[in-house]
């Protein structure tokens, strides 16, 4: 099993900026290919990023590529998500998951992740 714990959402005006974490336990954090997701009201839940065990393969919806950086420290079982330059659109509410070595599905579907945290929200204001 693997739990996964969000936080750092808020309220922040229009070209704030805000980090999230994603705190992991239960198991070997760094096998995880760890991604971030978001779901606004009324629309379904869409891909933001996700980085492999390594960290150094990133990977980011158009929507929020050179803005948004994702990054993980697995010596603290610990995933980020740096939001800068952020819009009215980015309000959602986000959710961290990770995705097993074993699992099959490409790394931007929801439905490849096997665990997931209950999500924080964001609201940026104008």
């Known amino acids: 099993q693997v739990q996964l714990v969000e936080s750092g959402g808020g309220l922040v005006q229009a070209g704030g900026s805000l980090r999230l974490s994603c705190a992991a336990s239960?198991?070997?954090?760094?096998?995880?290919?760890m991604g971030w997701f978001r779901q606004a009201p009324g629309k379904e839940r869409e891909f933001v990023a996700a980085?492999?065990?390594?960290?150094?393969?990133?990977y980011y919806a158009d929507s929020v590529k050179d803005r948004f950086t994702i990054s993980r420290d697995n010596a603290k079982s610990t995933g980020y998500l740096q939001m800068n330059s952020l819009k009215p659109e980015d309000t959602a509410v986000y959710s961290c998951?990770?995705?097993?070595?074993?699992?099959?599905?490409?790394?931007?579907?929801?439905?490849?992740?096997?665990?997931w945290g209950q999500g924080t929200q964001v609201t940026v204001s104008s």
């Open positions: 980085t492999t065990w390594s960290g150094v393969m990133t």
């Open positions: 239960g198991r070997t954090f760094s096998s995880y290919t």
């Open positions: 998951a990770a995705k097993s070595p074993y699992s099959s599905g490409n790394y931007s579907h929801p439905r490849a992740y096997n665990y």
